[in-house]
């Protein structure tokens, strides 16, 4: 017989038993508290034999309870119940499964009285050989009392580790699941991508053979170069990732050089970091240039053709900083986190991955942070990835 595996579980059927696990906790809950109760009546019960003993014991068993047979067979069979017998003075007469530390110090056999007081109200004995003398019995709940007490509370602690277990593994098998999938498309893109390039390169070539405007044919050169770019990143998803050492201002700068004659007229586009000092990280150059790209296309998004497009980078002694920032339409800080969440978007189009694979290249590939530094509805972005410095 074959059981279904975690992942063909449908979220009704995962609902149904874990109501099912909280209906049989409660019943084992209250069940068990309904045993508790008719044992701490027994023991109850037993204490009011012992008292009713103890008032009837003769004049010279006093001072020695267990002299007295029936007083004798109640203790011996009966001894599983914490107890301390006083005098009227509450001096120590006779104990059973009280520390000898405790009955030695004042202070804490004191405290152990206010104990065994707060766990059961204490007995008075009335000495029928006597007048106007009485003994006082202080006892508590027995061991298998307390555990009865606690035992519904293990009960509920294994049940919601064992429901936080089975959520993680059904997430865990999820998100495998999808991992799977993005990764055989992507290559599978790749693998696609590759045919209609080789042959644009060929004609790319013809073109130039029939002396049309050289620019042009650059510039159609240039988009296949960066076409052949984002095939080698989809082709290294799923893969082992080397990182090499490299100028993080000369990576970040191609991506901007390729925009600055793609992005709109009306949008400003400027960076700092070649005319800066060079600072050098640990990086994959083709997924790095992806996060810059895909980030710098957000912003351009965001614009919607006309405004700045900042790109910075600085720098410290431990990290290297790039910051893009853009004067678009902003986000709400509530969504700063959701928007690095797969799926999420606020485009008509588009199936929300960019910035979750941007997180992933930067933080689990690159060993970085990506966050949303700053932004404000109807002024603008600011995203910042914070790498390791090195030098060399």
Same mark, same amino acid.
């Given at each position: 017989?074959?059981?279904?595996?975690?992942? $063909? =579980?449908?979220?009704?059927?995962?609902?149904?038993?874990?109501?099912?696990?909280?209906?049989?906790?409660?019943?084992?809950?209250?069940?068990?508290?309904?045993?508790?109760?008719?044992?701490?009546?027994?023991?109850?019960?037993?204490? /009011?034999?012992?008292?009713?003993?103890?008032?009837?014991?003769?004049?010279?068993?006093?001072?020695?309870?267990?002299?007295?047979?029936?007083?004798?067979?109640?203790?011996?069979?009966?001894?599983?119940?914490?107890?301390?017998?006083?005098?009227?003075?509450?001096?120590?007469?006779?104990?059973?499964?009280?520390?000898?530390?405790?009955?030695?110090?004042?202070?804490?056999?004191?405290?152990?009285?206010?104990?065994? +007081?707060?766990?059961?109200?204490?007995? @008075?004995?009335?000495?029928?050989? @006597?007048?106007?003398?009485?003994?006082?019995?202080?006892?508590?709940?027995?061991?298998?009392?307390?555990?009865?007490?606690?035992?519904?509370?293990?009960?509920?602690?294994?049940?919601?580790?064992?429901?936080?277990?089975?959520?993680?593994?059904?997430?865990?098998?999820?998100?495998?699941?999808? $991992?799977?999938?993005?990764?055989?498309?992507?290559?599978?893109?790749?693998?696609?991508?590759?045919?209609?390039?080789?042959?644009?390169?060929?004609? @790319?070539?013809?073109?130039?053979?029939?002396?049309?405007?050289?620019?042009?044919?650059?510039?159609?050169?240039?988009?296949?170069?960066?076409?052949?770019?984002? =095939?080698?990143?989809?082709?290294?998803? #799923?893969?082992?990732?080397?990182?090499?050492?490299?100028?993080? $201002?000369?990576?970040?700068?191609?991506?901007?050089?390729?925009?600055?004659?793609?992005?709109?007229?009306?949008?400003?586009?400027?960076?700092?970091?070649?005319?800066?000092?060079?600072?050098?990280?640990?990086?994959?150059?083709?997924?790095?240039?992806?996060?810059?790209?895909?980030?710098?296309? $957000?912003?351009?998004?965001?614009?919607? #053709?006309?405004?700045?497009?900042?790109?910075?980078?600085?720098?410290?002694?431990?990290?290297?900083?790039?910051?893009?920032?853009?004067?678009?339409?902003?986000?709400?800080?509530? /969504?700063?986190?959701?928007?690095?969440?797969?799926?999420? +978007?606020?485009?008509?189009?588009?199936?929300?991955?960019?910035?979750?694979?941007?997180?992933?290249?930067?933080?689990?590939?690159?060993?970085?942070?990506?966050?949303?530094?700053?932004?404000?509805?109807?002024?603008? +972005?600011?995203?910042?990835?914070?790498?390791?410095?090195?030098?060399?």
């Amino acid at each position: 017989m074959r059981f279904p595996s975690l992942k $063909n =579980v449908s979220f009704r059927s995962r609902i149904v038993v874990i109501v099912i696990g909280v209906v049989l906790a409660s019943v084992s809950l209250a069940y068990t508290y309904k045993l508790a109760g008719i044992l701490r009546q027994k023991e109850q019960n037993d204490v /009011n034999l012992w008292v009713a003993a103890m008032e009837r014991v003769s004049r010279e068993a006093f001072g020695n309870y267990l002299v007295d047979p029936l007083i004798s067979h109640i203790v011996s069979t009966h001894n599983n119940i914490p107890f301390i017998i006083t005098d009227e003075n509450l001096s120590l007469i006779m104990s059973n499964r009280i520390d000898e530390d405790v009955l030695a110090d004042p202070e804490r056999y004191r405290r152990k009285l206010d104990e065994l +007081t707060e766990e059961n109200t204490p007995r @008075t004995v009335r000495l029928m050989w @006597t007048t106007g003398r009485s003994h006082i019995i202080f006892y508590g709940h027995s061991d298998l009392l307390r555990a009865l007490y606690y035992f519904p509370y293990v009960q509920w602690l294994i049940i919601l580790i064992f429901l936080i277990f089975t959520y993680i593994a059904l997430q865990s098998t999820k998100q495998d699941e999808q $991992n799977r999938v993005w990764i055989g498309l992507a290559k599978e893109t790749a693998h696609q991508l590759g045919t209609p390039i080789s042959s644009l390169m060929g004609w @790319t070539e013809y073109l130039r053979a029939m002396e049309v405007d050289p620019t042009a044919v650059d510039e159609m050169n240039k988009d296949l170069a960066h076409l052949t770019k984002i =095939v080698d990143r989809f082709s290294k998803i #799923g893969s082992e990732t080397d990182l090499t050492p490299h100028s993080v $201002n000369e990576v970040v700068g191609e991506t901007v050089m390729y925009f600055r004659k793609r992005v709109p007229r009306n949008v400003t586009l400027s960076y700092n970091g070649l005319a800066m000092a060079p600072v050098k990280a640990n990086l994959n150059v083709a997924l790095f240039e992806w996060v810059v790209e895909n980030l710098m296309k $957000n912003a351009l998004d965001a614009m919607q #053709g006309k405004g700045e497009l900042d790109v910075a980078l600085s720098s410290s002694e431990k990290s290297v900083i790039i910051e893009v920032s853009d004067t678009g339409k902003g986000i709400p800080k509530s /969504n700063w986190k959701r928007i690095f969440e797969p799926g999420y +978007t606020t485009k008509t189009r588009g199936w929300g991955l960019g910035l979750s694979l941007a997180r992933r290249i930067v933080e689990d590939y690159h060993h970085g942070r990506i966050v949303v530094a700053r932004s404000e509805v109807g002024r603008g +972005t600011t995203f910042r990835i914070t790498l390791k410095r090195i030098f060399e």
